[in-house]
C-alpha cells in the first residue's frame, strides 16, 4: 500500500516538474504588427529599391511565408481579426474607426492577450490601437475606458486613431498624454501647436496645446521603439506578450531626418528603412536581456501596401509595393491583403525556410492559446485556426479562408488554389484619375501596369462578369477571370461564402 502511494508520489511530482519545465520552454512573443506594409516592401520579398537587413535577418533565421493574409484589407478590421480571432464581417466591420467612435471589440471576448495574460504572461500593446475607447464614444478629456486594458493587456503606449487623423496625441493606458484641465480638447478646433489636416469628413479636435507639442509626426516611430524597449527591459525573468503596433508605414510618410534619402525610391522607402531600424532596436533588447533565442518574434502587416500619391511616385521609381500581386490596401485582390509573414523561434523554426501554407493574421488567438496549452472558450476565436505546425514546416488544417475588402458587396472566398470575389473590380476606392490621391481601383490598375481581363482603360468592361474567379496558382497576378469558365467552382464557392452572409443576417 505504502509503495503504491509512494509510486503516486513521485509520479505527481515527475508530471510537476514537466509542467515546469514545459512553462520554462514557452517562448516569449513579440508581435510587430506594422501598418500598410506591402507585400513587396522587404527585402527578402524581392524589394530592390530599398533596403531592410534587420526584418531579413529574422527571415534568414526563420520562416517566410508567401501566402500569409491579413483578414481585411483595411486597417481596423484587420486588427480586429487580429485580436479576437474573429473575421471582421460578423461585427459588420468593413472601415476604419476615428475619433468618435467607441471601442469595437466586446470586452467579453477572448482576445490573444487575455489568454496570453492566464497563461501567466504580461502583456503589452504600443503603438496604433485604431480600435476604438469608451462605450459609446471617447471622452478624450477624461478615461479612455474601456480600452486595451479591459481586453487583456496590462499596459498600453500609442496613437490612439492613426497617424493621419486627429488627435494627433500619445494615450497611455487610460489617458491622453500631457493633457491638462485647463486645455481641454474641443471638437471643432483647430490646435495651436499641431498643424491638422483638411477633415476628411472628419470634425476636429483642437484645444489641449500640451499634449499635441508631445506629438511630432517625424518622432512617432522613435518614441514607439523606446517605450518597447523600455517595457521589455522592464520584465525580468517574467513572461512577456508584446504587440508593437507600429505607424510606418502608413501615411504621412514622416521618416525620421536620419531616414531621409536612405531609399533609391523616395519618402516611401526611406518609411521602410525607419520600420526596419524599428525592428533591428527591438531584436538587439532581447538579445541584450539574453531572451532573443525563446522569444517567438512575429512581423507582418495590417494589409497591403497603399496607392496614394507617395505610392505612386514610388512605383514611378521602379518599386512594386505589392510584389506581383494586382490590387492595393482596401482591395478584395491579392494586393489587398497578401502580406509579408516572418517567424523566428530557434530550436523550434527552422531558419532559412520558405512556407507557402495559408495563414492569415486571425489565426493567432488559436496559435496563442496552442502554444501555452491551452483551449478557447466555446465561441471565442471562432474563426481562428492554430498555425503552429505550418511554423515548424508541417500543414495547417484549413479548409478556406475569407477575405474582406473595403466594401462589403465584394466578401471573399479563398479555397485551395481558387479565390473567389463576390463583385466586379477591386471592392476598394476608386481612383479618379491616374496621378490623383487615389487609394486603388480599376484606374489605379491602368496606372501601375497591371493588367486583368475585366479592366480597359481604367474603367470595368461593360461584359465582364457579376463576379471574379481566379486560379492562383497558375495566375497569381489575378490577369483572368475564370467566373464564366468554371461555374461549378463558383457554385461552390458560392454556397461556402453564403453560409457567412446567412450567419451574420440571422444576428442582426
Not at 28 to 55: E, H, M, Q, R, S
Not at 420 to 439: A, C, E, L, M, Q
Not at 461 to 472: I, R, S, T
Request: net charge neutral; aromatic share 10%.
Amino acid at each position: 500500500m505504502k509503495r503504491s502511494v509512494l509510486k503516486l508520489l513521485v509520479a505527481a511530482a515527475a508530471a510537476c516538474a514537466a509542467v515546469a519545465l514545459a512553462d520554462e520552454q514557452r517562448p516569449n512573443i513579440v508581435l510587430i504588427f506594422a501598418d500598410d506594409l506591402g507585400y513587396g516592401d522587404l527585402g527578402c520579398y524581392g524589394a530592390t529599391k530599398l533596403k531592410t537587413p534587420n526584418i531579413d535577418k529574422l527571415a534568414s533565421e526563420g520562416c517566410r511565408f508567401t501566402d500569409a493574409h491579413s483578414a481585411s484589407a483595411v486597417c481596423t478590421p484587420s486588427r480586429y481579426a487580429l485580436i479576437t480571432g474573429e473575421y471582421p464581417h460578423r461585427k459588420n466591420l468593413y472601415a476604419p474607426v476615428f475619433l468618435k467612435t467607441g471601442l469595437v471589440v466586446d470586452t467579453g471576448k477572448q482576445t490573444i492577450a487575455s489568454v496570453l495574460k492566464e497563461a501567466g504572461y504580461e502583456t503589452a500593446i504600443i503603438g496604433k490601437w485604431h480600435l476604438g475607447f469608451g462605450e459609446k464614444k471617447p471622452d478624450w478629456n477624461g478615461e479612455l475606458k474601456p480600452g486595451p486594458l479591459e481586453l487583456g493587456f496590462d499596459y498600453y503606449f500609442g496613437v490612439p486613431v492613426v497617424n493621419s487623423h486627429p488627435p494627433f496625441v500619445y494615450v497611455e493606458n487610460h489617458r491622453v498624454v500631457g493633457l491638462v484641465p485647463e486645455d481641454p480638447f474641443v471638437y471643432g478646433q483647430k490646435a495651436k501647436t499641431q498643424e491638422i489636416p483638411e477633415k476628411m469628413k472628419l470634425d476636429h479636435i483642437g484645444g489641449a496645446d500640451a499634449a499635441h507639442a508631445l506629438y511630432d509626426d517625424y518622432q512617432v516611430g522613435t518614441v514607439l521603439t523606446e517605450k518597447a524597449v523600455e517595457w521589455i527591459k522592464g520584465r525580468g525573468d517574467k513572461k512577456f506578450f508584446l504587440c508593437l503596433a507600429t505607424t510606418n508605414i502608413h501615411h504621412p510618410f514622416t521618416p525620421a531626418p536620419r531616414f531621409q534619402g536612405t531609399s533609391a525610391c523616395g519618402l516611401y522607402g526611406d518609411f521602410v528603412h525607419a520600420l526596419d531600424w524599428i525592428v533591428g532596436e527591438v531584436f538587439q533588447t532581447l538579445e541584450s536581456q539574453g531572451v532573443a533565442d525563446n522569444t517567438l518574434i512575429i512581423v507582418t502587416s495590417d494589409n497591403g501596401g497603399m496607392f496614394n500619391h507617395t505610392g505612386q511616385e514610388t512605383w514611378k521609381m521602379g518599386h512594386e509595393l505589392n510584389g506581383q500581386y494586382l490590387g492595393y490596401k482596401f482591395d478584395a485582390w491579392e494586393g489587398g491583403h497578401r502580406v509579408p509573414f516572418i517567424a523566428r523561434w530557434p530550436g523550434q523554426i527552422k531558419a532559412g525556410t520558405t512556407s507557402d501554407e495559408l495563414i492569415c493574421n486571425v489565426d493567432m488567438i488559436a496559435t496563442f492559446a496552442a502554444l501555452t496549452g491551452q483551449t478557447l472558450k466555446a465561441g471565442q476565436g471562432r474563426d481562428s485556426v492554430n498555425i503552429l505546425p505550418a511554423l515548424k514546416g508541417n500543414p495547417v488544417e484549413r479548409d478556406h479562408l475569407l477575405l474582406s475588402p473595403f466594401r462589403k458587396t465584394h466578401l471573399s472566398v479563398r479555397k485551395g488554389k481558387w479565390m473567389y470575389i463576390s463583385g466586379r473590380g477591386g471592392g476598394g476606392f476608386s481612383s479618379p484619375k491616374p496621378g490623383n490621391h487615389g487609394f486603388g481601383g480599376p484606374a489605379a490598375i491602368t496606372f501601375s501596369g497591371r493588367e486583368n481581363s475585366d479592366i480597359e482603360n481604367g474603367k470595368i468592361k461593360k461584359d465582364a462578369p457579376p463576379a471574379q474567379l481566379y486560379d492562383l496558382d497558375q495566375d497569381p497576378a489575378q490577369t483572368t477571370n475564370l467566373y464564366r469558365q468554371y461555374p461549378e467552382v463558383v457554385q461552390e464557392m458560392e454556397a461556402l461564402l453564403e453560409t457567412y452572409q446567412s450567419d451574420t443576417s440571422k444576428k442582426k
